[in-house]
Structures are given as structure tokens and as C-alpha cells.
């Protein structure tokens, strides 16, 4: 076994190399202006997907409410995870119900784009356990539709 290295061959932290409190203040206030400023953008971008999607559940057509707590409310979904590279857009995002939401979480329903419109178009949604499919339109392309024909 070999000898222990003397007390003054140890690694020491070098005086006067921590970054100054107020500059850690400053980049504090900076991370929260930040945060601040990319709320009120996610509050525009689900209002209008709440627009669009008529606060209507994509996956089961199911009527919710925004202050409706957990059983009725809305969740907005990303259709491509966040954490897979997903945007906050109105693009990737579509309203769910809470029991599509958890479903598609737990892996149980699956939901992809058919489009390269995004949620603006159709979405696929495919059951899991059942292996029943369905495609969703946001209710106001239906009505767009019907009015056409």
C-alpha cells in the first residue's frame, strides 16, 4: 500500500476564483426575466390552442372546462415530448382531457401529427390495448368544412 501524499500535495481551492455575489444576482434576475417573458408567450400560445381546439378533448371529443380541477379541466399536451426536442407551439400542442393526457403518458394511447401542419391538421390517435384508431380534426376545421360543402 503506498504511502499517503503529504498534507500539502492535496488539491485546494484557489482563493478569489468563486464568481462575485452580485454577479450571481444578476444572472439570477436574468434567469427570472426570462422566465417571466416565456410565461406570457406560453399563456398566448394556449389561449390559442384552447381557440382552436374549441376546449374540446382531442382524442375522446369530451367537453372540459379551464378551472374544472383534475377531473374535468384542460391539459394541453405536447405531441412531441419536450423532452425529445418538442416546441411550445401551437404546432405541437393540442388540448386533452385529463384521462387522454394520462393515457398517452403512460403509454397506453399514442397520438401522432398527419400533416406537416401539425395539430392545425388531423392527429392520429391509436389505442394501445385495444389497437383501435381514430383521427381527431380541431372542431373549427369540422365546421370550416361543413360550411364549404
Not at 30 to 38: C, G, S, V
Not at 65 to 72: E, H, T, V
Not at 113 to 126: I, K, Q, S, V, Y
Amino acid at each position: 500500500m503506498p504511502a499517503p501524499l503529504p498534507r500539502s500535495t492535496y488539491a485546494r481551492p484557489v482563493m478569489g476564483t468563486a464568481t462575485p455575489k452580485h454577479k450571481l444576482r444578476l444572472r439570477a434576475e436574468d434567469r427570472y426575466k426570462e422566465k417571466l417573458a416565456n410565461e406570457k408567450l406560453e399563456k398566448h400560445i394556449h389561449a390559442a390552442i384552447d381557440q382552436r381546439d374549441g376546449l374540446r378533448c382531442r382524442a375522446f371529443q369530451t367537453k372540459l372546462s379551464k378551472n374544472g380541477g383534475l377531473m374535468r379541466g384542460v391539459q394541453r399536451h405536447h405531441i412531441i415530448f419536450r423532452s425529445m426536442g418538442g416546441a411550445t407551439t401551437t404546432r405541437n400542442m393540442c388540448v386533452l382531457g385529463p384521462l387522454a393526457h394520462a393515457k398517452i403518458h403512460a403509454r397506453r394511447l399514442t397520438c401522432r401529427m398527419m400533416t406537416n401542419r401539425g395539430a392545425d391538421g388531423p392527429l392520429e390517435f391509436h389505442d394501445t390495448n385495444t389497437g383501435k384508431r381514430w383521427v381527431s380534426l380541431p372542431p373549427n376545421t369540422v365546421h370550416k368544412l361543413k360550411d364549404q360543402d
